[in-house]
């Protein structure tokens, strides 16, 4: 992900001279680092939410084995 949008990034930055618009190597740099920004918080707040789900998974007891699981046993 991180390839991809710097790519279009610098597309984009090649592109606006055609539109009317000067292309700056500043905006280049604020879209790396915006995507490295973004890639940081995503990552934080998916790891958090793997955390959070695996807190409050319900635990089913198994009473013929006797052992905790996170799986539904069928029967």
């Known amino acids: 992900m991180v390839t991809y949008s710097l ?3 610098g597309m984009i930055e090649l ?3 055609y539109v009317n618009k000067t292309g700056d190597p ?3 740099l604020a ?3 915006g995507t490295v920004i973004g890639i940081i918080v995503g ?3 998916f790891r958090f939410n793997q955390l959070r789900r695996a807190k409050y998974e319900p635990i089913y007891i198994d009473h013929t084995i006797r ?3 996170n799986r539904k046993y069928r029967r």
Do not use: E, H, K, R
């Open 15 to 17: 592109a606006q001279p």
């Open 26 to 28: 500043m905006d280049l």
């Open 31 to 33: 879209n790396t680092v």
């Open 7 to 9: 790519i279009f990034g």
């Open 67 to 69: 052992t905790y699981s």
């Open 43 to 45: 990552s934080a707040l």
